[in-house]
């Protein structure tokens, strides 16, 4: 039996900063560390961006550098108070640890806003036509290329029928 299944699973995203005195090849250790922990604790790390130096906006602890490293993992809920204790061990500057939360309906809702808020001049059921410089700069003369006949003579889409295929996709 899975371990992941006797227990309600949740994604988690933990964002990090280490010590800008460590130096790369400890900073990437300490960021291999923290992996090991969460799949010590049977959690499975679907994200890993690796720790690099960057200058911070404002000194923490004395330090205006830092290597910043993010995990995205799935764990059971249970665990992470354990985890955020491990994770305390290696003497982080900062520890952002938050439960990732993904919803269709929201997802769905934000994609339709985004495409009824286009502007005017942006319609999708306008074709698009593009510009190709010509070969002389000098002059800095332009083409125009017309759009293609097989665009010219197909309907435009409505926004019902976009919805509607967003939802058949978002469906599958």
Do not use: C, W
Not at 57 to 86: M, N, V
Not at 143 to 154: D, L, T, Y
Request: proline share 4%; no cysteine; charged share 35%.
């Amino acid at each position: 039996m899975n371990p992941m299944e006797a227990e309600e699973s949740r994604t988690y995203e933990a964002a990090y900063l280490l010590k800008g005195d460590l130096g790369e090849e400890k900073a990437i250790e300490t960021g291999d560390n923290l992996r090991r922990l969460i799949e010590d604790e049977h959690g499975i790390v679907s994200l890993e961006t690796r720790p690099r130096k960057q200058k911070l906006a404002y000194s923490i602890k004395k330090y205006d550098t830092a290597f910043f490293g993010s995990l995205k993992f799935i764990l059971p809920a249970e665990k992470i108070a354990l985890l955020r204790k491990h994770f305390e061990k290696f003497d982080l500057l900062r520890l952002l640890l938050n439960q990732v939360k993904y919803s269709k309906e929201k997802y769905k809702s934000s994609f339709k806003k985004r495409l009824i808020s286009r502007p005017a001049s942006q319609s999708l059921s306008q074709p698009i036509i593009g510009e190709v410089k010509n070969k002389n700069i000098a002059e800095g003369s332009i083409k125009k290329i017309a759009p293609s006949e097989e665009a010219a003579g197909k309907k435009p889409l409505q926004v019902e029928e976009i919805d509607k295929k967003i939802e058949e996709i978002l469906n599958q």
